[in-house]
T-cell receptor, first 113, second 112 residues
Framework: KAGVTQTPRYLIKTRGQQVTLSCSPISGHRSVSWYQQTPGQGLQFLFEYFSETQRNKGNFPGRFSGRQFSNSRSEMNVSTLELGDSALYLC??????WGYGYTFGSGTRLTVV | SQELEQSPQSLIVQEGKNLTINCTSSKTLYGLYWYKQKYGEGLIFLMMLQKGGEEKSHEKITAKLDEKKQQSSLHITASQPSHAGIYLCGADNQGGSEKLVFGKGTKLTVNP
């Protein structure tokens, strides 16, 4: 079966712009979580959606937002981009809203210049 | 919330050598996951440990969860260049908002 698909794979944006990243989970998976990965901070949790509802949110500013659609696909948006937002953004899907059974996508590499 | 500390941060070994990566938790581990990541790619699930004293193997990689469930180790036997990458431990978070917390990773280089 198809894995978790993240688009686009690479993105270059200018400071102040906004960006939208997409994540298509494995068919049947209803939970999607987003993580930001940087060399200094490692993997940091952004938010988690389950059945179109945001269940948890990490410690990120309000410029970071997300949503989940009825088909479980999820998008995250970052507005007013800063240089420090440059990172690999990973999404993971699972059937339930537990940690077990996470499958990660290949990520979107965002570079802010 | 829970914190995971991995050691060492990086490791360079000669092909054929054995190596061990450790993951220590600030709280009791109820579910411990090992992932491997190639640079700039997603995380590939290796194995999950839940019970104290549990040990699992996949090909030449063995992971253990200690009896007290606060530390896990990942052991690679007869390393190969294909083992190179970043190894991350993750745990079911106790007392925090996110489902999984991760260590900062161990970068493994295997020289032929």
């Amino acid at each position: 079966k198809a894995g978790v698909t993240q688009t686009p794979r690479y993105l270059i944006k200018t400071r102040g712009q906004q960006v939208t990243l997409s994540c298509s989970p494995i068919s049947g998976h209803r939970s999607v979580s987003w993580y930001q990965q940087t060399p200094g901070q490692g993997l940091q949790f952004l938010f988690e959606y389950f059945s179109e509802t945001q269940r948890n949110k990490g410690n990120f500013p309000g410029r970071f937002s997300g949503r989940q659609f009825s088909n479980s696909r999820s998008e995250m948006n970052v507005s007013t981009l800063e240089l420090g937002d440059s990172a690999l953004y990973l999404c993971a899907s699972s059937m339930t809203n537990w940690g077990y059974g996470y499958t990660f996508g290949s990520g979107t590499r965002l570079t802010v210049v | 919330s829970q914190e995971l500390e991995q050691s060492p941060q990086s490791l360079i070994v000669q092909e054929g050598k054995n190596l061990t990566i450790n993951c220590t938790s600030s709280k009791t581990l109820y579910g411990l996951y090992w992932y491997k990541q190639k640079y700039g790619e997603g995380l590939i699930f290796l194995m999950m440990l839940q019970k104290g004293g549990e040990e699992k193997s996949h090909e030449k990689i063995t992971a253990k969860l200690d009896e007290k469930k606060q530390q896990s180790s990942l052991h690679i036997t007869a390393s190969q260049p294909s083992h190179a990458g970043i190894y991350l431990c993750g745990a079911d978070n106790q007392g925090g908002s996110e489902k999984l917390v991760f260590g900062k990773g161990t970068k493994l280089t295997v020289n032929p």
